[in-house]
């Protein structure tokens, strides 16, 4: 095993020791939290969400906003593929996740409130 692959699997552990922290703190705090995926399915599946389709350089976009209560969730995909989720609750950010960015932390909990 060369430095390098030894430091991926280091990161890789590390970000699944503070997934589990976070999610159990979450847990025993009785704090409502939940995954990007987990959000983003909400936010398609809910019937208020407005659906907006484009075809850009050959590939099929999906946006979806919806706005429900305190909550604002912006969401953009392309075929199954998260590209971006962005959550707001009473104007303040609790989530912003970018597929180029955030892949590490895709199945991380989020704090909902």
């Known amino acids: 095993m060369n430095g390098s692959d030894f430091k991926d699997r280091a990161l890789h552990a590390m970000h699944a020791l503070t997934d589990n922290m976070k999610e159990r703190f979450y847990s025993i705090a009785d704090i409502p939290s939940s995954a990007v995926p987990e959000l983003a399915e909400f936010v398609k599946q809910h019937p208020d969400t ?54 590490e932390d895709l199945h991380s909990p989020i704090k909902l409130n």
């Open 50 to 103: 407005e659906v907006m389709e484009k075809h850009l350089l050959g590939n099929s976009y999906m946006f979806y906003t919806l706005n429900m209560d305190n909550y604002q969730l912006y969401l953009e995909t392309r075929e199954d593929r998260i590209l971006q989720l962005d959550g707001y609750t009473n104007g303040k950010k609790f989530v912003s996740h970018r597929s180029y960015r955030d892949f």
